[in-house]
Nanobody, 129 residues
Framework: QVQLVESGGGLVQAGGSLRLSCAAS????????VGWFRQAPGKERELVAA????????RYADSVKGRFAISRASTKNTVDLEMNNLEPEDTAVYYC??????????????????????WGQGTQVSVSS
């Protein structure tokens, strides 16, 4: 099993920046990918960005391309989400999740989200206009 803890949320004005961090512990050697998801009130949860555990492959939702950057430091079991030029529409609870599905190709990043079975508790991001 893997445990995930998010940090770094808060309140920021439109145009500002925040950096979220997802700390993983437990059986991290089994992690294949980590995704950052968000859910706003009354909306479905959406995948914002994902990265393979080796850091070699990333993917972003169209709504955040060019503004958000996901990264993993090779020496730490953390996955960060740098969020720039934030908009009120980015307001949501942000969750990180881990996919422990085994893939022989470690740079393969699945487009589906059904493999994300381990979740953090979430962190609130609020962007004021």
């Amino acid at each position: 099993q893997v445990q995930l803890v998010e940090s770094g949320g808060g309140l920021v004005q439109a145009g500002g920046s925040l950096r979220l961090s997802c700390a993983a512990s437990g059986h991290t050697s089994s992690v294949h990918a980590v995704g950052w998801f968000r859910q706003a009130p009354g909306k479905e949860r959406e995948l914002v960005a994902a990265i393979t555990w080796n850091g070699g492959t990333t993917r972003y939702a169209d709504s955040v391309k060019g503004r958000f950057a996901i990264s993993r430091a090779s020496t730490k079991n953390t996955v960060d989400l740098e969020m720039n030029n934030l908009e009120p529409e980015d307001t949501a609870v942000y969750y990180c999740a881990a996919d422990l599905t085994y893939y022989s190709e470690k740079y393969w990043l699945p487009r589906g989200t059904s493999g994300y079975e381990y979740w953090g508790q979430g962190t609130q991001v609020s962007v004021s206009s």
